[in-house]
């Protein structure tokens, strides 16, 4: 296994905070994050690849991890550390290939099947969700709740797996007592840019 995943899986967003991948990574990190996906919907890809350069300084200086939203070319260019892909994204498959196999990827899944397919793709870790509802996405998938993810759980065996969607300081150890091996946020921590690296440090204390 060539990753061990965080208790914490916090996500970019520029929308949301209005601060760039490289400060969103500044402040992350100094909170404590180790493990950081870089997720960009706007930009156009030659703009993205300057944002995600500037951000991947800011993590080798801070010794974090940093993973790649669905661009493979641009993971690829930078040599950061993985990608990770949606189901309508480059089969996992194929970006092993581009990649090798030194490359973190994750792969997102929805609900038990999807899930349990994943989990004999050449992916280090699975996304599941959302867990509960959530306004991060213009159009959610159907909550599985926690009982859908102690069915996958079940189904994937040991690979590990990072749960998304909807969740809140209070529920985060539920969702870890659950099953899954790490918690993965975007507005819980983005939406009080100033705020950023004190509520990851508050999230990274009820999630040991």
Do not use: W
Not at 50 to 78: P, S
Not at 138 to 159: Q, Y
Not at 165 to 190: C, F, H, M
């Amino acid at each position: 296994m060539k990753i061990k995943l965080p208790k914490l899986y916090p996500i970019t967003d520029t929308r949301l905070c209005g601060l760039s991948h490289a400060e969103q990574v500044e402040r992350l990190s100094a909170g404590g994050a180790t493990l950081i996906q870089l997720r960009e919907k706007i930009l156009s890809p030659k703009d993205f690849y300057v944002e995600a350069e500037a951000a991947l300084r800011v993590a080798r200086k801070r010794g974090v991890c940093l993973i790649i939203n669905d661009r493979v070319d641009i993971a690829l260019a930078l040599k950061a550390d993985g990608i990770h892909l949606g189901q309508t994204d480059l089969p996992p498959e194929a970006a092993r290939k581009i990649l090798g196999d030194e490359a973190i990827i994750g792969f997102s899944t929805h609900n038990v099947e999807q899930a349990r397919d994943a989990a004999h793709m050449p992916v280090d870790y699975i996304a599941i969700g959302p867990i509960f509802a959530t306004s991060t996405k213009e159009k959610p998938d159907p909550v599985i709740g926690l009982k859908g993810l102690r069915e996958v759980c079940r189904r994937v065996g040991s690979i590990p797996l990072v749960a998304i969607g909807g969740i809140s300081r209070e529920t985060a150890s539920t969702v870890l007592a659950a099953g899954a091996d790490s918690v993965a946020v975007i507005s819980l921590l983005l939406t009080e840019p100033a705020a950023i690296t004190d509520r990851t440090r508050e999230l990274l204390a009820v999630t040991v």
